[in-house]
Structures are given as C-alpha cells and as structure tokens.
Nanobody
Framework: QVQLVESGGGLVQPGGTLSLSCQAS????????MGWYRRAPGEQRELVAT???????TYADSVKGRFTITRDDDKWATSLQMTDLRPGDTAAYFC??????????????WGQGTQVTVSS
C-alpha cells in the first residue's frame, strides 16, 4: 500500500533553518498534488504550502518568503525548506499527497507527522 514518511523535524532557534522531507512509497502510478500542513497544540490543522504536478506553488501568508516547497517526481518526494523560523512556526508538520496507485485508484494520503520546535 501507499505510505508517506516525513523526516527532518527537530529543535531550532529563532531565525534558524530547517528542512523537512517526505517520501512516498508503494505501488504508485503518479502523484498529483503534494503539500505540507501543520497543527500547533490546541489549534486546528492549517495549510502551509502546496505544489501541483506542474510545479505551481501556494503558501500560507504567514510563511511566504520564508518557506519553499519543492518536489522530485523521480523520487516520489517533496521537501519544505524553512528559513527565518519563528516560535509561531512550532507545530507538528504533516505531508499530504494525492496519489494514483497502480490500480488507478486515486486517494489522499497523509504522513504521520514530524515535530518542529522553534525555541531559544
């Protein structure tokens, strides 16, 4: 079956940089949209960034100019480069992807999440 696995979270000081990666695996035919979401304690999940199959990107206003989403379709992967991190970026970050499997079934998949903590 299809799975998404995130990596790269951790503790970073304000103003620091961190990169998250998400690797899809399984019987994948193609990946449509890919994206990153986050959920801070006591808050609802919010969109951080998305990237379409043709490379069109969208960002939450709070991260524009600081975060960059990319994708590598040869590796079934997406990354989120985060710079100038702020305490308000502290959250669990989740990878999301719309994937068509080898049986031509399309579904939305989520990773298990990776924690990002911005603190001095």
């Amino acid at each position: 079956q299809v799975q998404l696995v995130e990596s790269g979270g951790g503790l970073v000081q304000p103003g620091g940089t961190l990169s998250l990666s998400c690797q899809a695996s399984g019987n994948i035919f193609s990946i449509q949209h890919m994206g990153w979401y986050r959920r801070a304690p006591g808050e609802q999940r919010e969109l951080v960034a998305t990237i379409s199959r043709d490379g069109h990107t969208t960002y939450a206003d709070s991260v524009k100019g600081r975060f960059t989403i990319t994708r590598d379709d040869d590796k079934w992967a997406t990354s989120l480069q985060m710079t100038d991190l702020r305490p308000g970026d502290t959250a669990a970050y989740f990878c999301n992807a719309g994937i068509v499997d080898a049986m031509w079934n399309e579904a939305d998949y989520w990773g298990q999440g990776t924690q990002v903590t911005v603190s001095s």
